[in-house]
Structures are given as structure tokens and as C-alpha cells.
T-cell receptor, first 115, second 113 residues
Framework: EDQVTQSPEALRLQEGESSSLNCSYT??????LFWYRQDPGKGPEFLFT???AGEEKEKERLKATLTKKESFLHITAPKPEDSATYLC????????????????FGRGTSLIVHP | KAGVTQTPRYLIKTRGQQVTLSCSPI?????VSWYQQTPGQGLQFLFE???????NKGNFPGRFSGRQFSNSRSEMNVSTLELGDSALYLC????????????FGPGTRLTVL
């Protein structure tokens, strides 16, 4: 069974204080790992897709990295507008015998950035 | 390019009633997936439709059903509502579920009294 664990559950930072969010996963074969940002009462907003170990992607103050067991979302010099819940999801490659591509989501990390 | 739209945004129902939620995907996207999000369980996959056919289904009771129309718009129906069905219902679209990133709509907040 695919599993995704995100840590920490909650993180409070001061504006400008860089940090990292962790997403540990267990899948039989990784097709893709996704990062989303979700603001309260809204749908998740797509940030990144990573496909293979060693891959990195950046967007403004965010940088996502991927290893064979985990992914990190690095936030450099965060601002209060970066406050949100960050979700990680994995999509496994079905075995040759068949299966589905249903993604498994982690519970998220709630990030609050204080001015 | 317009994003995924969901209607209604908020809904209040009572136990035993049924509800229909609507989702319009991004233009050109043919795959529509539905998710339930609750504080206790997080984001859980309900089902996915592609070209009017259900291709994947999550572990939810038969009270939850859906369909997709020829224009890719999708509806989700929940019959005999229970208190535990209160949740944010999210729709996500992609060009093809198998290969592409999913883009989420704003969700429908369903409250069952």
C-alpha cells in the first residue's frame, strides 16, 4: 500500500527564516510526486511535479527536490503570503498485471510565516 | 485560460437527502477526478472519469456516484446523506489522468445537518 507522510504537521517561521518541509513516501514504483499549496477554504494549487531521484524544480522562493524515499520543499526567505498548507502526493506506477493511478496524498504541513 | 469551476460553492442539506455537485474542467482537459477532504481523513480519492467512462474508483460506498458528459463536464451525486458526508468536495481536471498533473477547482463545501 502506498504511503505518504509529511512532517512537520505545523511550522511557524519568522519572515525571512528559511526552512524545509519533508514528504516521505513508500510506493512500489514512483510515477510522479506532486506538491500543492492550499489556502483555507480553497482547492489545492499545483506547484511542482517531480519524476525521478535527483530532480529539482524552483518557483520563486520555493524549491522542490526528490530522492528515492523522500522529497523536500525548501522555502527561502519566506514571506507572510507563503502561509498555507502544503500537500504532497505520490502517484505509483501500476504493476504489469494491472492497477490504477490513484494518487495518495499526505496530510499536509501547515505553514505560518509571521511578519 | 479559465480554471476548474465548481458549483455550488456552499451547500447545506439534512440527513437522508441527496445532493448533486457540478464540475467544469479546464478547456481541453478530458479527465475529471473527485476528492473528499475532511480534517480527519485528509484528501481522499472518490473516482475519475475520462471520455464519459469511470476509469478509477476509490473506497467509498455506493451512495457516492458520478458521471461525465460529452463536453467533459462532470457531476457527482451523494444519496441518503449522512452527517459524516460533511466535507469539502474537490474536483480536479487534467488532460489525461495517467500522464498529467491535476488542477483543482475551489471546491464545494457540503454541510449535512
Amino acid at each position: 500500500e502506498d504511503q505518504v507522510t509529511q512532517s512537520p504537521e505545523a511550522l511557524r517561521l519568522q519572515e525571512g527564516e528559511s526552512s524545509s518541509l519533508n514528504c516521505s513516501y513508500t510506493v512500489s514504483g514512483l510515477r510522479g510526486l506532486f506538491w500543492y499549496r492550499q489556502d483555507p477554504g480553497k482547492g489545492p494549487e499545483f506547484l511542482f511535479t517531480l519524476y525521478s531521484a535527483g530532480e529539482e524544480k524552483e518557483k520563486e522562493r520555493l524549491k522542490a527536490t526528490l530522492t528515492k524515499k523522500e522529497s523536500f520543499l525548501h522555502i527561502t526567505a519566506p514571506k507572510p503570503e507563503d502561509s498555507a498548507t502544503y500537500l504532497c502526493a505520490v502517484q505509483a506506477t501500476p504493476p504489469p498485471s494491472g492497477g490504477s493511478y490513484i494518487p495518495t496524498f499526505g496530510r499536509g504541513t501547515s505553514l505560518i510565516v509571521h511578519p | 485560460k479559465a480554471g476548474v469551476t465548481q458549483t455550488p460553492r456552499y451547500l447545506i442539506k439534512t440527513r437522508g437527502q441527496q445532493v448533486t455537485l457540478s464540475c467544469s474542467p479546464i478547456s481541453g482537459h478530458r479527465s475529471v477526478s473527485w476528492y473528499q477532504q475532511t480534517p480527519g481523513q485528509g484528501l481522499q480519492f472518490l473516482f475519475e472519469y475520462f471520455s464519459e467512462t469511470q476509469r478509477n474508483k476509490g473506497n467509498f460506498p455506493g451512495r457516492f456516484s458520478g458521471r461525465q458528459f460529452s463536453n467533459s463536464r462532470s457531476e457527482m451525486n451523494v444519496s441518503t446523506l449522512e452527517l459524516g458526508d460533511s466535507a469539502l468536495y474537490l474536483c480536479a481536471s487534467s488532460f489525461s489522468f495517467f500522464t498529467d498533473t491535476q488542477y483543482f477547482g475551489p471546491g464545494t463545501r457540503l454541510t449535512v445537518l
